[in-house]
């Protein structure tokens, strides 16, 4: 067999692969054969234990971790390549993210009995595990990278997302992988002002907040996200505050056991440095145009990129004509490099940002509701060039999401959800041409945070199921946060009884450290309500959103491996003055929630039924319901048993509805029958059992049994004499609770008189047809 040279590269390359992974493999299993299994307990100020161990599963990979807290227990895996990809130019990381029901004892309910793709709540804990690791990854690490995170068991007290998180820096740090870890995360709650550490599914149901919070050394932040009931700025800086110190304790354990056992860190293979002489070249043929165009106030976002890539293109030129042995993809990085290092010494150099704005000026927003007549809550909120359409439709409660057993258990026992926020980024909001396919982790990930944070002004016993659904027509930054604004005008245009307005605005932050040693933070800016280029270029995009008394929702991703608390106090201290403008403007379209309903909202009904009348108005195989339905389009839901809801999309399709049930009820209208009156009744039928009667010609025939015909025992009602058509006086004795038959008695009558018959056929006539 002859060999080519690329097959023996490619071969060479699989060898080492596999040498590699055996000798991590025989290095977990010496220590395993020792007996000795790596791992520490934390220790948490409310007195609550989380342990994390190592080395006894999955010792194939570069490092694994299992955190464990009450039964609740996750297995992560770091896996990365030998090798970086040639002519990658980021960091490839996956992380996967899998709630497993046998975790939980329990079988999937869809029709392979297995799990399938993955949950909306899997892709959000996946990316909220991405982003408290990835700013502490080296810059110039370009290697393709894994994180498998496996549930092994799951009770139904701890969140295993915050497991999930510590198990992947316990595994990272006693890998091989270059990562300038560990971190440490706790989930925070607030109860009556105490804050709540790691709380249990319970007490996070009581808990005014929803915090996660991962920092590293030196209480630096590195990520935050959480939900909240309108809580006050004093209580959430308190909650970051203690969530940053208890996350300390995770840090000095893992830390502990990285010294112990951690393997020797590969060396970052740092791509290809470019010639001195070729970065003077890149920076001087450009320094001057691109200086000009970052502060020319009159760009808008596709002028200024057109701009940028026209002086991109003429430098690349230029240099590769002079430097031909250059590749012109490392000319076009280096371009990037200074464009980037150029844009942010002009924020601190000039007290103005590119677009002519201060470091705290808001762009200019304009607003409007009501924007067609059959839409029950419209709103187009434009804040600079962002631009977001939101519509709201009410439906029935049957229209509510169900969620399976798995999210269920991790929403505190929610069944059902009957808000949801659907948010849509098409390509033509950024002037490119897309597919338009199924919803991408991006959109997912926008929608929940824009959900999160108008969920808690809305009423818990509102009667309609709401979708609101965002459309971004223009995105230049901070889309998500013009879909909570929009989202809170369509709402109330929409009648909804919100409890208060809410609005939501992107902080950005640009840092600089001395020598480029991130761990000495020189100085830096905060920008409130940033551009695109300002969240791409900065170190920072913090979303906050809320009411004008307190937080809702609150979202950081950093680019920097960690920033001090105080950045943090003074970020939330701007978005806090942010948002109150926000409000102003937004009144100015609409302030409360409509009073005066529109011709096209949908109205919501209750009607009683009695017991017996149910299978009249339900029909024979719930005919008469689906009547209802396709003539009018309204539905009938049972509420309990003698109330029925009916839900109408309009006010005359519900008149036209009620119209129908009344000519279903109509024909079993019956007169009000006194409790044991006598009436006199005609035998329709005779049978083995006793007799059929009726009190009234509309009325269906009652049993009058053999035991209540007469005082002496019978066994068939021709021994009376009875026939059909004859008349007999009859005792009533109301309904049977259970079943609503009437009870009727003629053998109490076979004595003295007790009462004056009475004949219902006159008052059949005036009430029952």
Known sequence: MIFTRKTLKL?????????????????????????????VEVKFSNGRNMSISSGKLARFANGTAVCQMGDTAVMVTAVAKPKPTPGQNFMPLVVDYRLKNAASGRIPMNFM????????????????????????????????????????????????????????????????IPWNGPIGAVRVGLSDGEVLINPTRRELQSSQLDLVVSATKQNLVVMLEGKGNVVLMQDLLKAI???????????????????????????????????????????????????????????DKISRDN???????????KVWSSY????????????????????????????????????????????????????HGSALFQRGQTQVFCTVSLDSPESAMKLDSLAALDSGGL???????????????????????????????????????????LPHDYPFTVRLTSEVLESNGSSSMASVCGGSLALMDAGVPVSAPAAGVAIGLVTKYENDDTKHLQDYRILTDIL??????????????????????????????????????????????????????????????????????????????????????????GLHMKRIYLETGATLTAADESHFAVFAPSQAAMDEAKELIEGYMVKERIPDLEFGGIYTAKVTELRDTGVMVILYPSMPPALLHNSQLDQRKIGHPSALGLEV?????????????????????????????????????????????
């Open 415 to 457: 069944k059902a959800k009957n808000f949801m926020l659907h948010y849509e980024f098409p390509p033509y909001a950024t002037g490119e041409v897309g597919r338009i396919g199924p919803l991408g982790r991006r959109e997912l990930g926008h929608g929940a945070l824009a959900e999160r944070s108008l969920l808690p002004t």
């Open 113 to 176: 009995r297995r799990e399938l793709g993955p949950s909306e709540k899997e892709i959000l804990s996946a990316r909220l595990i991405d982003r408290s690791l990835r700013p502490l990854f080296n810059k110039d690490y370009r290697t393709e990278t894994q994180l498998v995170c496996n549930m092994l068991a799951m009770d139904a007290v701890h969140s295993p997302d915050i497991l999930a998180i510590n198990a992947a820096s316990m595994a990272l740090s006693l890998s091989d």
């Open 324 to 375: 031909p042995d250059t590749e012109p993809g490392v000319i076009g990085e280096e371009f990037n490099q200074t464009c980037r290092s150029i844009f942010r010494e002009l924020i601190f150099e000039r007290n103005y940002r590119c677009d002519g704005r201060d470091y705290d000026t808001l762009r200019n927003i304009s607003c409007q509701v009501d924007m067609y007549k059959p839409l």
């Open 241 to 299: 505050k203690q969530g940053t110190r208890e996350a300390q304790l995770i840090i000095h354990e893992i830390e502990r056991l990285q010294k112990a056992y951690g393997r020797k860190k590969r060396e970052v293979e740092s791509p290809n440095r470019v010639d001195p002489e070729l970065q003077e070249a890149v920076r001087s043929m450009c320094e001057m145009r691109l200086r000009e165009i970052f502060q020319d106030a009159n760009h």
């Open 532 to 621: 695109g280029i300002e969240d791409y270029m900065g170190d920072m995009d913090m979303k906050v959103a809320g009411t004008r008394k307190g937080f809702t929702a609150i979202q950081a991703d950093l680019k920097v491996p960690g920033i001090p608390l105080k950045v943090v106090m003074e970020s939330l201290q701007k978005a806090t003055d942010a948002k109150s403008k926000i409000l102003d403007i937004m009144g100015e379209a609409i302030r409360e929630p409509r009073k005066y309903p529109k011709d096209s909202w949908p109205v919501s009904e209750t009607i009683s039924v009695e017991p017996h009348q149910r299978s009249q108005l339900i029909g024979p195989s």
């Open 725 to 769: 058509g004859q008349d007999i006086q009859v005792k009533y004795f109301g309904r049977d609770p259970v079943s609503g038959f009437m009870r009727l008695s003629r053998k109490v009558l076979q004595g003295p008189a007790l009462g004056i018959p009475r004949s219902l056929n006159k008052a059949a006539g005036e009430n029952g047809t």
């Open 11 to 39: 071969l060479n390359y699989r060898l080492k692969s596999i040498a590699v992974a055996r000798l991590s493999a025989h290095r977990c299993l010496q220590s395993s054969a020792s007996g000795e299994v790596p791992s």
């Open 307 to 317: 701009a940028v890539n026209e002086v991109r293109s003429n430098v690349i030129d």
